[in-house]
Structures are given as structure tokens and as C-alpha cells.
């Protein structure tokens, strides 16, 4: 059974860098076809995604916000963690990190397994 | 930045069949697979269709996907009141070298 569980501050001041943590479980980072994501949804709205990290280290960003993100694995600790700095208020969101899952066959993939999320407010 | 267009809001009557639509621009859904989230008022997405009209395991038949062209469709059937949440769908982004999300509809049972 795959599990997430984010983890982080839930109050970040503006400048300041957001660290996150997704702690997961039923799974290895280091199994082919295997990815694990961040996805934001700010209050009300739509859900967005920031950043993608494979198997085999390769990493993806969102491209407005790459040179805010930075996304590692701890393969020993089944840890992902995602930094985000500079924060703003509009960064105000709750913070998902999700399972992805590559279908070898065709090449599609999908996010089958999210976690709970968790709030992150920035505010002075 | 490249997204999927979703209308905003779509509402049926328990037992009624709805239709919820997702069109994409470029090639975005025509040459990726589109998958369906279900969100459930306050909590987090869950996988509901994939790679355009499979279902994982545990999710009703009520619920089916379809693509056509630059479109994707989710379709409910036999409409529960359960079924009151956000539908968004998803799909790889050639562009954007990473998944976009359309805006959600929010989804009424009258």
C-alpha cells in the first residue's frame, strides 16, 4: 500500500525559503518508472504543478518557477524534498506530493497516489 | 502558460448522466493520455480515470472517460450526490516538459 505524508511549517514570513518533506512508503524512488511530484492548490483555486523527480534522478520543473524550486531524493529515507525560496504571499497554497506512475507501454503517466497536503500560509 | 480549459462549474439530478469537458490547445491532449481527479471537498485529488478511459481499481463503472481530437470528456452516470466535488484533468505537456491541470469544474448534485 503506497502512502504519502507532507510535512513543513505551516507559516512562512515573505523572502523567507519554504522546505517541504514527503515522506512515502509501499514504494522505492529507485525503481524504474517511478517519479514522485509537488502540486499546489492556493485557496479556491486550481491545482498547479511545480516539479517532478525520477527514478534515476532526473528532475522537471515548472518553468515560471524554476529558479525558485529545487526538488532531491533520499532514497534511504523515502524522502522528498522540495525547497521553494523567495516566498511570496501568493505562494499561500496547500502543498500535495503525489505518486507518479509511468505506464511503459505507451509512455503515459499519471499522479495514482497523493498525499493528505498539507497548508502553507506566507505572511508577514 | 499552456493549461487544459475546463468549464467552471457543470450540475446534474441524482440519476442523471453529466458530462464534464476538457479541451486542450496545441497538442497537448491530442498526443498524451488525459487522466481525471476527483476532489472531494476538502481533501486531496484522487485518480479517478487514466490514460484517457481506464478506471483504476475501486472506482465505480458510473464513472468513464473518453478523447477525441484535441478533447477529453469524463462522464457520471447514474449521478449520487456523493459525487459533489472538483473533477480536473491532467495530461503531459510536451511545452512544459511536465503535467498541466485544467481549471477544475466544480461539480453540483441538485
Known amino acids: 500500500q503506497i502512502t504519502l505524508k507532507e510535512s513543513g511549517p505551516t507559516l512562512v514570513k515573505p523572502t523567507q525559503t519554504l522546505t517541504l518533506t514527503c515522506t512515502f512508503s509501499?514504494?522505492?524512488?529507485?525503481?524504474?518508472?517511478?517519479?514522485v511530484g509537488w502540486i499546489r492548490q492556493p485557496p479556491g483555486k486550481a491545482l498547479e504543478w511545480l516539479a517532478l523527480?525520477?527514478?534515476?534522478?532526473?528532475?522537471r520543473y515548472r518553468p515560471s518557477l524554476k529558479s525558485r524550486l529545487s526538488i532531491t531524493k533520499d532514497t534511504s529515507e523515502d524522502q522528498v524534498v522540495l525547497t521553494m525560496t523567495n516566498v511570496d504571499p501568493v505562494d499561500t497554497a496547500t502543498y500535495y506530493c503525489?505518486?507518479?506512475?509511468?505506464?511503459?507501454?505507451?509512455?503515459?503517466?499519471?499522479?495514482?497516489?497523493w498525499g493528505q497536503g498539507t497548508r502553507v500560509t506566507v505572511s508577514s | 502558460q499552456s493549461e487544459l480549459t475546463q468549464s467552471p462549474s457543470a450540475s446534474g439530478t441524482p440519476g442523471q448522466r453529466v458530462t464534464i469537458s476538457c479541451s486542450g490547445i496545441?497538442?497537448?491532449?491530442?498526443?498524451?493520455?488525459v487522466n481525471w481527479y476527483q476532489q472531494l471537498p476538502g481533501t486531496a485529488p484522487k485518480l479517478l480515470i487514466y490514460?484517457?478511459?481506464q478506471r483504476p481499481s475501486g472506482v465505480p463503472d458510473r464513472f468513464s472517460g473518453s478523447k477525441s481530437g484535441t478533447s477529453a470528456s469524463l462522464a457520471i452516470s447514474g449521478l449520487q450526490s456523493e459525487d459533489e466535488a472538483d473533477y480536473y484533468c491532467e495530461a503531459w505537456d510536451d511545452g512544459l516538459n511536465g503535467p498541466v491541470f485544467g481549471g477544475g469544474t466544480k461539480l453540483t448534485v441538485l
Open positions: 496545441n497538442s497537448k491532449i491530442t498526443n498524451n493520455a
Open positions: 503525489a505518486h507518479r506512475k509511468l505506464n511503459w507501454n505507451d509512455g503515459s503517466s499519471t499522479f495514482d497516489i
Open positions: 490514460n484517457n478511459n
Open positions: 509501499g514504494f522505492s524512488l529507485s525503481t524504474n518508472g517511478v517519479a
Open positions: 523527480i525520477y527514478w534515476d534522478d532526473d528532475k
